[in-house]
């Protein structure tokens, strides 16, 4: 269902080492349409985070056409990266002390299940990300016994 952008603050040599290591990059399970890196994110100043970089998507939507607030979901472990665009923000859990609690992180696994449902929506932008755990218990209880298992 997803075309896949992965944008990280850090430089780009060390996006492409770890997806490599992932075995994300070269792997055609995976529709990667770009990897962006810092360079590609904008300084802004709010009153609650103070002066921050973000990943604004209309940087994304400006240079794909087939892109645009109906049909984009952007996951990020800041809620300040997508200051610009909290419509399409969906928070997710840092994945820290991986040697610890690599078995027991569902959270990517629930995510597929609950992105598959809504990439069957016509449009993504009336969708409160906030709640996409309740939304994914709501619509989609087989899905999640198998992911429990």
Known sequence: YYDIIFWSATNMKWVEVKLKELGVLGNDQY???????????????????????????????????????????????????????????????PFKKAHLTRHLDKELLYLKHYLTLVGQLPKLSHLDHRKWERYLQKHAAGALESVQQ
């Open 31 to 93: 529709k990667i349409v770009c990897l962006l890196d810092h360079k590609a994110m904008v300084t802004v100043q709010t009153e609650k985070y103070g002066v921050f970089d973000c990943k604004p998507l209309q940087f994304i939507w400006s240079k794909f056409d087939e892109y645009n607030e109906d049909n984009t979901v952007m996951l990020d472990d800041l809620r300040r990266n997508y200051i610009m665009n909290k419509q399409q923000g969906l928070v997710i859990r």
